[in-house]
């Protein structure tokens, strides 16, 4: 199946921990990376494979995977992590397209 | 460090071809690893994955758009480019060139373009 799916919308009390999950069969088979994007601008990538974050993103920010689903989890949310967030991986099919989950937006309150 | 820039027109009328160029700089658009991807976002919406064109040339195709989509590379200008036939109003979105590091049994778009919007009148 190439479907991955979110839910829509999330919110975090400012300095509490909020975890996003995305679902989908192929994450029994490939990690997930996940997304942030903030209106107006590109995504950036903040999490991937097992739990591995670029230079320069937080370690607030940290992924897991259990089964068919990925998290992503925020320790401490702060003001400026109120964004969309979005899961990708590949389908199992074919030549692996990829694929990306619908995307939750997070609210810090 | 790896930077990507999109560019081509911002209004096509319906039923001609979107065509956009995304240019790479501060690396090879041949570098082993590497795939390059299309990727738009519809007003309001989520990311849907275009297509790729890979580091050695094999292309592949969001299958909800195969017929409609040719993705094409010029390694000599280190660019590659998107074109989509037949547009509709549907086809209105902010398009993205991203680069995807390859890991095998993940990937991760690592450098994105800053995306241009096309717009497709009704």
């Known amino acids: 199946s190439s479907e991955l799916t979110q839910d829509p919308a999330v919110s975090v009390a400012l300095g509490q921990t909020v975890r996003i999950t995305c679902q989908g069969d192929?994450?029994?088979?490939?990690?997930a990376s996940w997304y942030q994007q903030k209106p107006g601008q590109a995504p950036v990538l903040v999490v991937f494979?097992?739990?591995k974050r670029p230079s320069g993103i937080p370690d607030r920010f940290s992924g897991s995977r259990s089964g068919n689903t990925a998290s992503l989890t925020i320790t401490g949310a702060q003001a400026e992590d109120e964004a969309d967030y979005y899961c990708?991986?590949?389908?199992?099919?074919?030549?692996?397209?990829?694929?990306f989950g619908p995307g939750t937006k997070v609210t810090v309150l | 460090q790896v930077q990507l820039q999109e560019s081509g027109p911002g209004l096509v009328k319906p039923s001609q071809t979107l065509s956009l160029t995304c240019t790479v700089s501060?690396?090879?658009?041949?570098?082993?690893?590497?795939?390059w991807s299309w990727i738009r976002q519809h007003p309001g919406k989520g990311l849907e994955w275009i297509g790729y064109?890979?580091?050695?040339?094999?292309?592949y195709y969001n299958p909800s758009l195969r017929g409609r989509v040719t993705i094409s590379v010029v390694t000599s200008k280190n660019q590659f480019s998107l074109n989509l036939s037949s547009v509709t109003a549907a086809d209105t979105a902010v398009y993205y060139c991203?680069?995807?590091?390859?890991?095998?049994?993940?990937?991760?778009?690592?450098?994105w373009g800053q995306g241009t919007l096309v717009t497709v009148p009704s």
């Open positions: 990708n991986s590949r389908d199992t099919n074919g030549y692996h397209p990829r694929v």
């Open positions: 064109i890979s580091y050695s040339g094999s292309i």
């Open positions: 192929s994450l029994r088979s490939y990690y």
């Open positions: 494979s097992k739990n």
């Open positions: 991203a680069r995807e590091d390859d890991y095998g049994d993940y990937g991760t778009f690592d450098y």
């Open positions: 501060g690396g090879s658009i041949t570098s082993a690893g590497y795939y």
